[in-house]
């Protein structure tokens, strides 16, 4: 079946004067494009903002996702650019987060004309830990994680979105992402997290020829500060900033350090 891109992945624009410069904010896992909502506003003065679900999540269109379909991040991929080739972008800041770091990176790899600067934020090429590389899991912390997923999914959100929002102080951004996390069917859930965690894009990091913000977090149980580097290593043109924040969401949690940030890059 073919689907609008725009219905396919609930896009929304801010500000829709196409004659100014563009940036889109892609979520990550567990979330949707309402994690954005303390961030995207600041940019609707100055740029025609786009933002959107990824297929499985939010708003996006039901039917779409299929597991073999979705069962790489190039897929999600190909969707980003359908929306970019939809809205006529060009020269875009793409800010991805999580996830959509890597989605938005292999995009940009793909068809460079409709990004200028991309901001990825807490974004890992690889997950599990390597010889010679600390991505921050083993295989059988992961196996783990995805046996409690299929055995009680909803009593894994309880443990999992405070763990990984951190911000123990205010439960409120737990209580938000448990809510986005428990929206999303089980079995789709389960599917996105085994192709993100068991991913491996870095033979793709140093194909990136456009100008990259890293924004990392002080502490961050899903991305450690060793992925974060060896991303600035490994992508050209790019630098690395600790934000004044903790956790995995820090655009919920210290949504002015990150719109500060972004703000001073582009």
Same mark, same amino acid.
């Given at each position: 079946?073919?689907y609008n891109?725009?219905?396919?992945?609930?896009?929304?624009?801010l500000?829709?004067?196409?004659g100014k410069?563009?940036i889109v904010?892609?979520?990550? !896992?567990?979330?949707? &494009?309402? $994690?954005?909502?303390?961030? =995207?506003?600041?940019?609707?003065?100055?740029y025609?903002?786009?933002?959107y679900?990824? /297929?499985g999540?939010?708003?996006?269109?039901p039917?779409a996702?299929?597991?073999?379909?979705?069962d790489?991040?190039?897929s999600?991929?190909?969707d980003?650019?359908?929306?970019c080739?939809?809205l006529? %972008?060009k020269d875009a800041?793409m /800010?991805?987060h999580?996830?959509?770091?890597m %989605?938005?990176?292999?995009?940009a790899i793909k068809?460079?004309?409709? !990004?200028s600067?991309?901001?990825l934020?807490?974004?890992?090429?690889?997950y599990l830990?390597? +010889?010679?590389y600390i991505g921050? !899991?083993?295989?059988? =912390?992961?196996?783990?994680?995805?046996?409690a997923?299929?055995?009680?999914?909803? #009593?894994w +959100?309880?443990?999992?979105?405070? =763990?990984i929002m #951190?911000n123990?102080d205010?439960?409120q951004l737990? @209580?938000?992402?448990?809510q986005s996390?428990? $929206?999303?069917?089980?079995?789709i859930?389960?599917s996105?997290?085994r192709? %993100?965690?068991q991913?491996?894009?870095?033979?793709?990091?140093?194909?990136l020829q456009?100008?990259?913000?890293l924004? &990392?977090?002080?502490?961050?149980i899903a991305v450690?500060?060793? +992925? @974060?580097?060896y991303?600035?290593t490994?992508?050209?043109?790019?630098?690395?900033? /600790? /934000?004044?924040a903790?956790?995995? !969401?820090?655009?919920?949690s210290?949504?002015?350090?990150?719109i500060t940030a %972004?703000?001073e890059?582009?």
């Amino acid at each position: 079946m073919l689907y609008n891109p725009l219905k396919k992945n609930s896009v929304t624009i801010l500000n829709g004067n196409a004659g100014k410069q563009t940036i889109v904010f892609a979520h990550g !896992f567990g979330t949707n &494009q309402t $994690a954005w909502q303390k961030v =995207a506003p600041a940019f609707a003065d100055n740029y025609r903002v786009v933002l959107y679900d990824n /297929v499985g999540a939010g708003n996006s269109e039901p039917t779409a996702f299929s597991p073999n379909k979705y069962d790489t991040l190039r897929s999600y991929a190909d969707d980003l650019l359908d929306i970019c080739n939809e809205l006529r %972008i060009k020269d875009a800041v793409m /800010v991805g987060h999580s996830a959509s770091g890597m %989605i938005s990176l292999l995009a940009a790899i793909k068809n460079p004309t409709h !990004f200028s600067k991309m901001v990825l934020i807490g974004a890992s090429p690889r997950y599990l830990d390597d +010889v010679g590389y600390i991505g921050g !899991f083993t295989q059988q =912390a992961l196996n783990d994680l995805y046996d409690a997923m299929a055995n009680n999914y909803y #009593a894994w +959100v309880s443990g999992f979105a405070p =763990a990984i929002m #951190a911000n123990a102080d205010r439960p409120q951004l737990s @209580a938000s992402f448990a809510q986005s996390l428990s $929206a999303i069917r089980p079995d789709i859930a389960q599917s996105v997290a085994r192709v %993100i965690f068991q991913s491996d894009h870095r033979n793709d990091l140093p194909k990136l020829q456009i100008d990259t913000l890293l924004l &990392q977090t002080q502490q961050d149980i899903a991305v450690p500060m060793e +992925v @974060a580097e060896y991303l600035n290593t490994h992508i050209k043109n790019s630098k690395l900033k /600790v /934000v004044n924040a903790e956790g995995h !969401f820090p655009h919920m949690s210290a949504p002015d350090e990150i719109i500060t940030a %972004i703000k001073e890059y582009i």
